[in-house]
């Protein structure tokens, strides 16, 4: 057994307890609530009722909420098969679906697309970026090659950096999306679009954006390459908005925030109020046309088109009301047991007897 440290003054043992006051002894005064039927009985009802209150007007809101998909890739058979053959990867494919609006969407409409079968939640799916490029910092070559989170899409055999880099951005949603109203069966109009303020600030302003010289994307990208299969160059992701061109591209910025499960939507746009649509989207007719650019057949995928209300819980999600209201259930239905547990088990009063 090893020998107990002395003091070198007094040659006295140290001892290893603690000293000996209220706080290391835990003699400080403290409160302890006492547990009483009542009180318990009380915090189960009000937490059961708390519950039930939120997951009934929960699913309220939701069910009020106008949602309409369609299905775009069983209409554009013809272009997925076109677009198996990497080849044609830069010969344009259109096409369009119809569909009927049977009511009023009041309000806000918000134009999202979505996908079915696509893993984004692959753990080498999801590190594959370089958030330093994604900042417009200046990465070189040699940088991005030693980062190993962006293989195998970092360089090219010549070395050119891509940019952006990663198999996110590589596989970057590339349909074209346009929405019609048919006002008869003859002549349409084109519903406006909005193609910003469709992400997160935080990731507009703080996580993305773009190299030096801002005003300038073109020089700011040479001695760069874009991604293998893009079909424009970051700095001509929107011809329409200089604005929302490189890193700060709403498209761009949405599809990096990767989705938690394989069958998953994103916003894509969001309908500019004006004119005929300035109460909603009225009832009637509409199409849908689009540049097929981005497969799914190799995986067994389908893509599909929303269109969606939104309410103050959010869109047409109906999971978090029915999780409150059988969590809220369920806490009363046990209180209401424990109740009739108490009174049974409960001891009688005992009565005085005068005589």
């Known amino acids: 057994m090893g020998k107990k440290k002395k003091d070198e003054k007094t040659n006295i043992p140290i001892s290893k307890c603690p000293d000996n006051s209220a706080f290391k002894q835990q003699r400080i005064p403290a409160w302890k609530p006492t547990l009483t039927p009542a009180s318990v009985l009380s915090t189960f009802f009000i937490t059961g009722l708390f519950c039930l209150a939120v997951g009934i007007s929960w699913i309220v809101a939701t069910q009020n909420v106008t949602e309409i998909w369609v299905t775009y890739s069983d209409f554009c058979t013809q272009c997925s098969k076109f677009r198996e053959n990497s080849s044609n990867s830069v010969e344009p494919c259109s096409c369009f679906a119809s569909f009927t609006l049977p009511q009023k969407m009041q309000g806000d409409v918000f134009l999202y697309y979505g996908l079915s079968n696509f893993f984004q939640n692959h753990r080498r799916y ?193 999971f978090l009301g029915i999780a409150y209201t059988v969590t809220g259930a369920a806490i009363i239905l046990t209180a209401f047991a424990m109740l009739a547990v108490h009174l049974k088990k409960q001891k009688p009063k005992k009565t005085l007897s005068v005589r």
């Not at 490029?133 to 195998?152: D, F, H, M, W």
């Not at 773009?210 to 424009?232: E, H």
């Open 126 to 318: 999801v590190i594959s970026k370089y958030d330093t490029q994604l900042l417009g910092r200046n990465v070189t070559s040699e940088s991005i090659k030693k980062s190993s989170y962006c293989a195998p899409f970092s360089t090219y055999n010549n070395g050119t950096p891509m940019a952006p880099c990663g198999a996110i951005a590589n596989s970057l949603f590339n349909d074209t999306i346009s929405l019609v109203y048919h006002l008869d069966a003859r002549s349409f109009i084109p519903v406006p679009l909005l193609r910003t303020g469709n992400t997160w600030w935080s990731d507009k302003n703080v996580k993305f954006s773009n190299p030096i010289p801002k005003d300038n994307l073109v020089q700011a990208f040479a001695g760069s390459a874009r991604p293998p299969y893009w079909q424009k160059p970051p700095y001509d992701l929107d011809p329409q908005d200089p604005n929302n061109n490189g890193y700060i591209n709403d498209d761009f910025i949405n599809w990096m925030r990767v989705a938690a499960l394989p069958n998953f939507r994103k916003l894509y746009r969001r309908v500019a109020r004006l004119q005929e649509f300035s109460d909603g989207l009225p009832a009637g007719n509409y199409s849908i046309f689009i540049d097929y650019n981005f497969p799914v057949s190799k995986f067994g995928g389908k893509k599909h088109a929303i269109l969606s209300t939104l309410s103050w819980c959010g869109g047409n999600n109906m």
